[in-house]
């Protein structure tokens, strides 16, 4: 697609494994009529690249039955889907793509072939390293290998779709706000973070809190359930009646501290501190903001917009 072929060595030093073991593949694949070999080159066939698409095709599609329908782990999402990606024929994929509404995107924000061969590509997308200071963006892309940095991301809370504002970048860190919080990454971390800028008016409004931080006797009202929940849980969470604009009440609290037994819908519902705190609410009796706040700063506009307040040494700071 882009030019590049492929030499034993590359390969070799890509997949970490040996030039023998490399050779024995290529010479499989081009049996199989999958590649040709030109002065130690590969390129794909129009067979070999058809099943790669499928390849793809079948591991993202999997990758997102994984997030949506089960309860398995985001870290672990990867590594099953290497192994079923073989076993799902083109029919397969197909049904797979029709039960799950024919996603775009793979729950990483990698784009999903479609069954012609067709690959979405974002335009406006960047590294987060590279965003300016100070300009408004959304998540759309996490980079899932090497699982040791991928784990890192997903336990810094960054998740699809968070809205975040850069305010500090140097050779050392990547500071910036999303989800009412500060994150701290390393400029090799927030290279496999991919963002599309947005405008001040697409900036969600806060404040944010956690139904975790409702003591017993408060009530409040559900804003939303954080895309950081998938699969079995999420469903639970919408089967129980837990949507936006639903009342809650935190009325009973275990001896150990948790769970905690919250009142929705006339019936009691047992959550751990966990599951809490991916429910976003708003207190009762707090304002909701329609609109972010203006401000001469935008990345002070931001943090107001999604904390309902910044502090005058915080707006100092960020100034």
């Known amino acids: 697609e882009q030019g590049r072929h492929p030499t034993l060595e590359s390969l070799a030093g890509a997949l970490r494994t040996s030039d023998d073991t490399i050779a024995n593949l290529l010479t499989a694949m081009q049996e199989r009529e999958l590649i040709t070999l030109t002065a130690g080159n590969a390129s794909l066939t129009t067979r070999g690249r058809d099943y790669a698409l499928h390849i793809i095709r079948a591991h993202r599609l999997w990758e997102s039955y994984l997030a949506s329908k089960t309860g398995y782990d985001a870290a672990d999402w990867h590594s099953q889907s290497e192994w079923r990606e073989h076993e799902l024929s083109p029919t397969d994929t ?41 300009q408004p963006a959304r998540i759309v892309h996490l980079e899932d290998e090497p699982q040791t940095v991928y784990a890192q991301l997903l336990a810094e809370g960054l998740h699809l779709g968070m809205q975040i504002i850069v305010i500090e970048r140097t050779e050392q860190r990547i500071r910036f706000w999303g989800d009412g919080d500060e994150h701290v990454l390393a400029p090799l971390l927030a290279n496999n973070v991919s963002v599309t800028p947005i405008q001040r008016d697409e900036v969600e409004s806060g404040p944010f809190h956690s139904l975790d931080s409702l003591v017993r006797g408060e009530s409040a009202q559900v804003t939303r359930i954080s ?93």
Do not use: C, W
């Open 94 to 134: 197909n049904a797979l793509a029709a039960e799950l509404g024919h996603p775009r995107f793979d729950p990483h924000g990698d784009p999903i072939p479609t069954a012609e061969g067709e690959i979405v590509d974002r335009q406006d997308q960047q590294q987060l390293a590279q965003l300016r200071l100070n």
């Open 227 to 319: 895309p950081r929940l998938q699969g079995a849980e999420r469903r639970r969470l919408l089967d129980l009646g837990i949507l936006p604009g639903t009342e809650i009440k935190a009325e009973m609290v275990s001896p150990s501290g948790d769970p905690t037994a919250y009142r929705v819908r006339g019936a009691l519902i047992g959550l751990r501190k966990e599951q809490a705190a991916m429910i976003q609410i708003r207190p009762q009796g707090e304002p909701y903001q329609d609109e972010p706040q203006q401000d001469d700063n935008d990345a002070a506009t931001f943090v107001h917009a999604q904390n309902g307040e910044v502090s005058a040494a915080k707006k100092g700071e960020l100034a």
